[in-house]
RNA sequence: GGCGGCGUAGCUCAGUGGUUAGAGCACAGGACUCAUAAGCCUGGGGUCAGUGGUUCAAAUCCACUCGCCGCUACCA
């Protein structure tokens, strides 16, 4: 039995949580649940970053404070895991105290990599980052992304030294030590890294932000919000001193979206580097959603929240249509069409039907009694090769090829003819076979679908049929316009 | 501008040199009836973006062209 600890990254809480947020955790829940499914012991982390000034500006505006403001959004949040049924260990805050005075420890363990120097530059606090000379003269002084004039920043900082460690990072990446999934993101990453990595500013005067974790030994300098929220991999596990920090770390996968890798491919590991530490065995970055093949904005009135969904097909629903129908490794789009399609056939009629039809026969012809069932006989290679490169797409093919498999064999074998004829000794055999085929699939569907997984189970449990109320997935009418009668 | 990726059936995509190019969805037809009017079977449908080349053989390798996308740098 060995350890195994996955995160994701920890959302921002200047906003509400969306359909990627909800895509993230869904992922990365598989592979906690996974690898508990397969005797691991498994820590999983998931949590929100709560500071920095877009908070405190958001706060301000809404006469709350920075605290209160974070204390709700990242209630909703944590919401948002538990309708998803989302099987987190641990739930960090970066305002925690203990994040926060873990967080100064590593500051200090980093201090021979931070030196201070004055700072020129252009600022959009919508951001969080700066920008170059070149790119503000191109925007005519407005950031496009926010609308608002880029500020001018002429202030004394603490920079890290993330230059030095570009060559190391490179090699660890190239050699797979920091295995980067997909490989076009790798390559992306590799190729950032030719141009070299440049020294970045870590910190903020107190006085413009003040809504930050002090800077150890510097009270006038508060830790750059980005640089502080990284730390939240390893201060979750309690570095340096705790038990689990020591038997967790590196962590097996860190699942983040394309839009944050360079925070993760780089200065992170840069950071790991600076403390003497392993870096993650594997950094998986998913896409991005779209909705009707568009970005999804609330000024494009094409916002769909995750609760939506979720009210409508149950939370089960909404994983299986975001590990199998957003591609493991691409963008996806969602659409409500696409979405019931799948519902409706893939899981109403493929697989809720397949366990119905199967309760029912062995109602009508056994009384409910299965007896013993054969044990799986499908080869699974192909389903765990495709989850060990978070190709969750891929593997739930493979599930459905067993799905499929299932209903082509009883329409082969006709157990309603055999019953019939009155073949009682084949009919139990063949219904044995179906059960049997259904629990392997709710073994594989465990990690995915986890409270379908406990139903079927729970339908066939001892070889004795109890029934569902209700079918597993009820078919859904279409919210698509009906065409006018003729 | 540089680097990278993509362009295959109406749609989403698989297929990286070797028989008549595949899957799912959608569409059409058929046989059945245990089932959520579900499931199963069969079928139509492709100049594999284009042009040229390498090869006994190219969707697959090379060059160029067109179109789309990502990362990145820059011109005043």
């Given at each position: 039995m060995s350890n195994y600890y996955v995160t994701t990254s920890i959302p921002y809480v200047n906003g509400e949580p969306h359909l990627g947020h909800a895509m993230e955790f869904i992922m990365a829940d598989v592979l906690a649940r996974r690898a508990r499914q397969q005797g691991e012991m498994v820590i999983f982390s998931i949590?929100?970053?709560?500071?920095?000034?877009?908070?405190?500006?958001?706060?301000?505006?809404?006469?709350?404070?920075?605290?209160?403001?974070?204390?709700?959004?990242?209630?909703?949040?944590?919401?948002?895991?538990?309708?998803?049924?989302?099987?987190?260990?641990?739930?960090?805050?970066?305002?925690?105290?203990?994040?926060?005075?873990?967080?100064?420890?590593?500051?200090?363990?980093?201090?021979?990599?931070?030196?201070?120097?004055?700072?020129?530059?252009?600022?959009?606090?919508?951001?969080?980052?700066?920008?170059?000379?070149?790119?503000?003269?191109?925007?005519?002084?407005?950031?496009?992304?926010?609308?608002?004039?880029?500020?001018?920043?002429?202030?004394?900082?603490?920079?890290?030294?993330?230059?030095?460690?570009?060559?190391?990072?490179?090699?660890?990446?190239?050699?797979?030590?920091?295995?980067?999934?997909?490989?076009?993101?790798?390559?992306?990453?590799?190729?950032?890294?030719?141009?070299?990595?440049?020294?970045?500013?870590?910190?903020?005067?107190?006085?413009?932000?003040?809504?930050?974790?002090?800077?150890?030994?510097?009270?006038?300098?508060?830790?750059?919000?980005?640089?502080?929220?990284?730390?939240?991999?390893?201060?979750?596990?309690?570095?340096?001193?705790?038990?689990?920090?020591?038997?967790?770390?590196?962590?097996?996968?860190?699942?983040?979206?394309?839009?944050?890798?360079?925070?993760?491919?780089?200065?992170?590991?840069?950071?790991?580097?600076?403390?003497?530490?392993?870096?993650?065995?594997?950094?998986?970055?998913?896409?991005?959603?779209?909705?009707?093949?568009?970005?999804?904005?609330?000024?494009?009135?094409?916002?769909?929240?995750?609760?939506?969904?979720?009210?409508?097909?149950?939370?089960?629903?909404?994983?299986?249509?975001?590990?199998?129908?957003?591609?493991?490794?691409?963008?996806?789009?969602f659409t409500w069409e696409t979405f019931e399609a799948a519902y409706n056939n893939e899981l109403a009629n493929e697989l809720g039907n397949a366990v119905q039809r199967t309760v029912v026969m062995a109602q009508k012809y056994q009384d409910g009694v299965i007896g013993d069932t054969p044990p799986p006989e499908h080869d699974i290679a192909q389903y765990e090769e495709a989850l060990a490169v978070c190709h969750f797409d891929r593997a739930l093919d493979e599930v459905w090829e067993q799905v499929r498999g299932l209903n082509q064999y009883i329409d082969e074998e006709k157990p309603w003819e055999i019953a019939k004829q009155g073949d009682t000794d084949h009919l139990r055999e063949v219904l044995a076979y179906q059960v049997g085929s259904l629990l392997q699939i709710a073994d594989l569907l465990e990690p995915f679908l986890p409270d379908t997984a406990a139903k079927i189970k729970a339908v066939f449990h001892e070889g004795l049929i109890t029934p569902l109320t209700g079918t597993l997935f009820p078919k859904q009418e279409s919210t698509a316009t009906p065409e006018p009668a003729q």
């Open positions: 949590g929100t970053d709560e500071h920095g000034g877009k908070i405190a500006e958001k706060a301000a505006e809404l006469k709350l404070t920075p605290k209160a403001l974070a204390d709700q959004m990242s209630a909703r949040f944590s919401q948002l895991a538990q309708s998803l049924n989302i099987s987190n260990d641990r739930f960090i805050r970066t305002t925690d105290a203990g994040h926060e005075q873990r967080a100064q420890l590593i500051w200090k363990a980093l201090a021979k990599n931070i030196y201070k120097d004055k700072y020129v530059g252009w600022y959009c606090t919508g951001d969080e980052a700066f920008f170059s000379e070149a790119e503000v003269k191109a925007n005519n002084g407005v950031c496009p992304s926010h609308n608002r004039p880029y500020e001018k920043v002429e202030e004394e900082n603490c920079f890290f030294k993330l230059s030095a460690y570009n060559d190391q990072i490179k090699k660890a990446i190239t050699s797979g030590d920091l295995l980067i999934l997909p490989e076009t993101r790798r390559n992306e990453i590799l190729s950032t890294l030719k141009d070299g990595l440049t020294d970045i500013s870590v910190s903020r005067p107190k006085q413009k932000i003040g809504w930050g974790i002090p800077v150890p030994g510097d009270p006038d300098q508060v830790m750059y919000v980005w640089f502080e929220a990284l730390m939240n991999y390893i201060t979750v596990l309690g570095y340096p001193e705790h038990a689990d920090f020591k038997k967790f770390w590196p962590a097996n996968v860190q699942v983040v979206g394309k839009d944050i890798i360079r925070f993760h491919a780089g200065i992170w590991p840069a950071m790991l580097m600076g403390l003497g530490l392993a870096l993650p065995k594997m950094l998986y970055v998913h896409g991005f959603i779209n909705v009707d093949n568009k970005k999804m904005s609330k000024s494009l009135g094409n916002y769909i929240s995750p609760d939506d969904v979720i009210a409508k097909y149950g939370t089960d629903a909404f994983r299986y249509y975001f590990l199998r129908h957003i591609p493991s490794y691409n963008d996806g789009d």
